[in-house]
């Protein structure tokens, strides 16, 4: 069965099952899979919307994608995607997209890429979904509702966050891009580069947050905060066991600076510690 087959009829009510409202929200994460796989050696035109910051032509193509099978079972839903813009409801359900989250490792084949898939209910992310095709997975979240990787056999696997305590034992996710010798908390999140275990910049920031949900990272680190990209974390890393906040240690919202994401209190209070002072 196709996805195009497999994705309910529209007109779904607003006030359906979580459980059929998150099985749509995989099965989008599946169907912008497939497309990204179909263009992973022909990505079309690329530019650039600022420096360093790509878009190809298949971005586009999957946010079309997404967007139009949203408005057909969902046309009273707010929507906010990372090409098209858009605005989040104060009071109604809102879906945060990104299209092709990694579009530089898109661009060049890296399979270290996904499409980020939220949805909102206020200031709550009560479904998320990162789909990474080239790597087979898809790793999803709904609030109370717990994490899992759905592999490409469409097994399901919960997730757990990992194990470690310290800064010194960890592996410490961020893709951090300081444009300038003065920006607020450089020398902090350098400061945890220095005291963790190893570093691993994925150029994805929806993988880095899957991938502390199931336990393969220990700290995520985003200083440039953009709601499609971190929501997905917020959900994940929270149903896994973990701890999120923004990088101040308070909520994680919509317009936070950023977003700090670890397996326990422990360890997230020791990374507060170090991005404020630089010191510890």
Same mark, same amino acid.
């Given at each position: ?90 009071? +109604? ?28 209910? +206020? ?30 056999? +469409? ?122 002072? +630089?010191?510890?």
């Amino acid at each position: 069965m196709s996805i195009s087959d497999s994705v309910p009829a529209p007109g779904g009510p607003a006030d359906e099952s979580p459980e059929k409202l998150h099985a749509f929200v995989r099965e989008l994460a599946q169907a912008a899979g497939e497309l990204h796989l179909s263009r992973l050696t022909d990505p079309g035109k690329i530019r650039e919307k600022a420096p360093k910051d790509l878009v190809t032509e298949v971005d586009l193509l999957s946010e079309e994608l997404l967007i139009s099978r949203i408005r057909e079972r969902y046309p009273e839903d707010a929507i906010l995607s990372e090409e098209q813009g858009g605005e989040i409801s104060p009071t +109604g359900r809102t879906w945060l997209l990104d299209p092709v989250d990694g579009t530089a490792n898109f661009a060049r084949a890296n399979p270290l890429f996904c499409v980020c898939i939220s949805v909102a209910e +206020g200031d709550r992310i009560t479904h998320a979904a990162v789909g990474a095709p080239r790597l087979g997975d898809i790793y999803h979240a709904r609030l109370g509702g717990g994490a899992y990787r759905e592999s490409a056999s +469409g097994k399901a696997h919960p997730l757990r966050v990992g194990s470690a305590e310290r800064l010194a034992d960890s592996f410490v996710g961020a893709d951090v891009s300081y444009r300038g010798s003065n920006e607020p908390r450089k020398n902090g999140t350098l400061e945890v580069f220095k005291r963790c275990w190893q570093v691993r910049s994925l150029g994805s920031a929806g993988i880095r947050g899957a991938w502390l949900a199931a336990g393969y990272l220990d700290v995520s680190i985003g200083t440039r905060n953009t709601a499609w990209d971190y929501a997905p974390t917020a959900l994940l890393v929270a149903e896994a066991g973990g701890q999120v906040s923004n990088l101040t240690g308070g909520p994680w919202t919509y317009d936070s600076d950023g977003l700090l994401a670890t397996n326990n209190e422990t360890l997230h209070a020791e990374a507060l510690e170090v991005l404020a002072t +630089g010191e510890g």
